[in-house]
């Protein structure tokens, strides 16, 4: 399978603790998004990495949230201090980037995180 | 007691009919479009896209209609099948001088195939 990879599938945790999400997009993409999804509404942007460069992000990425891409190939999210209000799927999205202005996303699975 | 559920506009068809499922987006500078289907517990799946120099799209079974007059976007599927049924989104890409920045999507349609 080539498509967008995404692990864990599913993660519980405890309130106050730390989690982190890892996303392998496909492999020939320069781009790739987070974005988060509560039930009932359509994925909302989070943040967006050029190879390694993250070039924006969005008013709800709080300071408890982080990503990374080391190396301009897999990337990571990390919450820390996790709240209740952070239960939500986390979807990442690649695409070619850079000169390819009509090109889909393409999503993986997501991580479902539930914080208790 | 009440059921806590999606909250999106439903549409349902009988199986073998035609679905069309209605869009609008607010800004009129978006140039290309997306239309996904997401079934439970997976992501988002490419349908269909449509570029604003452009008004009618086909595919296999679905065929995409944009007016960019009122922008409103619509997603039509043919001969509709049980494993139609799902939330569909349509969504507008954000450009910026670097390139795609991302997508803006709508508020989703719950599809139901009723036998």
């Known amino acids: 399978d080539t498509g967008v990879s995404q692990n864990p599938r599913h993660k519980i945790t405890k309130r106050g603790q730390n989690v982190t999400f890892r996303c392998d997009p496909i492999?020939?993409?320069?781009?790739l998004y987070w974005y988060r999804q509560t039930l009932g509404q359509g994925p909302e942007f989070l943040t967006y990495?050029?190879?390694?460069?993250?070039?924006?992000k969005s008013r709800l990425l709080s300071d408890r949230f982080s990503a990374e891409r080391p190396k301009g190939s897999f990337s990571t999210l990390e919450i820390q201090r996790t709240e209740q209000g952070d239960s939500a799927m986390y979807l990442c999205?690649?695409?070619?980037?850079?000169?390819?202005?009509?090109?889909?996303?393409?999503f993986g699975n997501g991580t479902r995180l539930t914080v208790t | 007691g009440e059921s806590v559920g999606l909250h999106l506009p439903t549409l349902s068809v009988q199986e073998g009919d035609n679905s069309i499922i209605n869009c609008a987006y607010s800004?009129?500078?978006?140039?290309?479009f997306i239309w996904y289907k997401q079934e439970s517990g997976k992501g988002p799946q490419f349908i269909i896209d449509?570029?604003?120099?452009?008004d009618k799209r086909q595919g296999q079974r679905v065929t995409v209609l944009l007016n960019k007059t009122v922008k409103h976007l619509s997603l039509q599927i043919a001969a509709t099948q049980p494993g139609d049924s799902a939330v569909y989104f349509c969504?507008?890409?954000?450009?910026?001088?670097?390139?795609?920045?991302?997508?803006?999507f709508g508020k989703g349609t719950h599809l139901i195939i009723q036998p």
């Open positions: 449509i570029r604003s120099n452009m």
């Open positions: 492999s020939e993409h320069n781009r």
């Open positions: 999205a690649s695409s070619p980037g850079l000169g390819s202005y009509n090109s889909p996303l393409h």
């Open positions: 990495f050029q190879n390694e460069a993250q070039l924006e």
């Open positions: 969504a507008e890409m954000r450009y910026s001088g670097g390139g795609a920045d991302g997508l803006t």
């Open positions: 800004n009129s500078a978006s140039d290309y």
